[in-house]
Nanobody, 120 residues
Framework: QVQLVESGGGLVQPGGSLNLSCTASGSIFAISNIGWYRQLPGSQREMVAIITIGGNTQYGDSVKGRFTISRDNARNTALLLMNNLKSEDTAVYSC??????????????WGQGTQVTVSS
């Protein structure tokens, strides 16, 4: 079993910054891609940022230049640095990880989600 634990959400004023962290634990051989998605009630889930095991990154158009994703492979952790936050960034942010378990079975897991609210 693999578990993803997220932290770092909260309330911030427009223009402020927040950091989100996602740590995977369990019987993990390797995590290929790990990233963040966000969703508003009644809306489709939107890709925010993804990082591969090799460090290649992909960002959603609305966050390019403001958000930065990084990972620590030794700790199975991904960090999302969010700067210059806007009210439209308000959403539930969820971590997603694809990889291989210690038993060499592929996995695809989601975290429980963390609320980010940007408001004055």
């Amino acid at each position: 079993q693999v578990q993803l634990v997220e932290s770092g959400g909260g309330l911030v004023q427009p223009g402020g910054s927040l950091n989100l962290s996602c740590t995977a634990s369990g019987s993990i051989f390797a995590i290929s891609n790990i990233g963040w998605y966000r969703q508003l009630p009644g809306s489709q889930r939107e890709m925010v940022a993804i990082i591969t095991i090799g460090g290649n990154t992909q960002y959603g158009d609305s966050v390019k230049g403001r958000f930065t994703i990084s990972r620590d492979n030794a700790r199975n952790t991904a960090l999302l640095l969010m700067n210059n936050l806007k009210s439209e960034d308000t959403a539930v942010y969820s971590c997603n990880a694809h990889g291989i378990r210690s038993s060499f079975v592929p996995f695809d897991y989601w975290g429980q989600g963390t609320q980010v609210t940007v408001s004055s």
